[in-house]
């Protein structure tokens, strides 16, 4: 049975700016790290101070760049032009951001848990950029319609709704797996934590550096009588299982290789493991196989190294159940927060707003998850997230007070229905022009 941990204790909007402040000027004190020249960048005053310039990325929305302008400076006198804003974000390095955001989140001490452990969820997004004549990211949708993308590889916390971390890689999906290893050997992510992740990660190689970290982890794969995954050749009971199975991978072929193939795993020498080198022939790895029904004759097959003893075959179908989390945070990113509108062609610039984007979204989650909301009604009700951002930008620029910020996400709250479900709408999708943009 699951054990959901959840804090008493709820830190107010004003504590969880202050965290923000901190977090931005401690990061300004090495901000010879962030620039283009550390000599010279951000040395005198201006009107675009680094901090307001982060500040201002940080509230970016569907406008044009002259509104958003507008939008953040209250005083006209202070306002500087378009032109002036994009020079000074081109000194600014986007991994600043990034370093903000680990700051912010290690501030607070309140996370849930179940079974003592973060429920972590690594999954990509694509997103659509402005076409430039020189890139070499154009490449094609499922519709042949000819696209330029980043593709975001993001680990996210399912329970506490914030994004640890996240890499920005070309439209290929072929590197997730080397992602995920990258963010695994970062740090950035709890320790007591569990890794789940879709079927794109069914991966010896990501298995292995799991356990060489000592690192839980629970991933989808394709289900029994696949004839290219990880349950190909192992010999399993039909309908729910929890069976424990022992691999034992090697570039060797052998006799007794070939002739075990329920044992052993050939791995040829153009595939990736990188704990198999001239003085190891083979790595020995024993993994737990889940198989739950999900429905009246669908099954998931979960890879994992959690023990029996800490979770039930019967957990896994809600554990596992929280991965869609990352889903919803990332249309949120997207469409609520406005990552789909960018507004530069410049790639650095572009990797500032989405980087931005994900600080933005975090410092509104906390917000949101901080703010107690009675629940005595026939559904479990949660905070209207659209409305919130809204109102938090305003709070962030100091526009309203704490008090009426809480009184309006509370105001406007939504049904929370766990059972919900709709088919996912597929369709053709492009950057967003900077000439139809909200005025």
Known sequence: MLNHSKSNIYYSPSKIKKNLNKSIDFTLQGIQNYCLDP???????????????????????????????????????????????????????????KRINRLFLCSFDNYSTINGYRILAQDGSSINIPFR????????????????????????????????????????????????????????????????ADRGYENYNLFAHFIERNLKFAIRVKDINTKNGIMTNII?????????????????????????????????????????????????????????????????????????????????KELYHYRWEEETAFNKVKNTLGMVYFHAVNRKLIQQEIN????????????????EIKQNRKYSYKANFANAVTNIRLYLRNLLNEKRLVSRIKKFLVPIRPERSYERPIKSKSVKPFNHRTS
Request: proline share 4%.
């Open 133 to 196: 004549n020189d890139d070499t990211r154009i490449t094609y949708n499922q519709f042949d319609i000819p696209c330029c993308q980043y593709h975001i590889n993001a680990l996210y916390d399912c329970l506490n709704h914030i994004f640890l971390d996240w890499s920005i890689d070309t439209a290929t999906k072929k590197q997730e797996s080397d992602a995920l290893i990258n963010i695994i050997y970062s740090g950035h992510y709890p320790q007591n934590a569990i890794f789940t």
């Open 356 to 371: 931005a984007t994900f600080l933005m979204y975090n410092v509104s989650e906390i917000i949101v998850n901080n703010i």
């Open 39 to 97: 000599v010279s960048n951000f040395t005198r005053n201006r009107k675009l101070s680094a901090r307001t310039l982060i500040e201002c990325i940080m509230n970016f929305s569907n406008h044009s760049t002259l509104s958003e302008l507008s939008l953040f400076f209250s005083d006209m006198e202070d306002m500087p032009t378009p032109s002036a804003l994009c020079q000074r974000r081109k000194l600014l390095d986007p991994e600043i951001f």
């Open 236 to 316: 399993t009971p039909d309908g729910t299982f929890d069976i424990t199975v022992s691999r034992t991978l090697t570039r060797l072929q052998t006799k007794e290789i070939k002739a075990n193939k329920e044992r052993y795993v050939f791995v040829p020498s153009t595939s990736r493991f990188d704990f198999l080198d001239p003085t190891h022939d083979d790595y020995e790895m024993s993994l737990r196989v889940v198989r739950f029904k999900t429905g009246d004759s669908n099954y998931e097959t979960i890879v994992t190294n959690l023990s029996d003893d800490e979770f039930s075959l019967e957990d896994f």
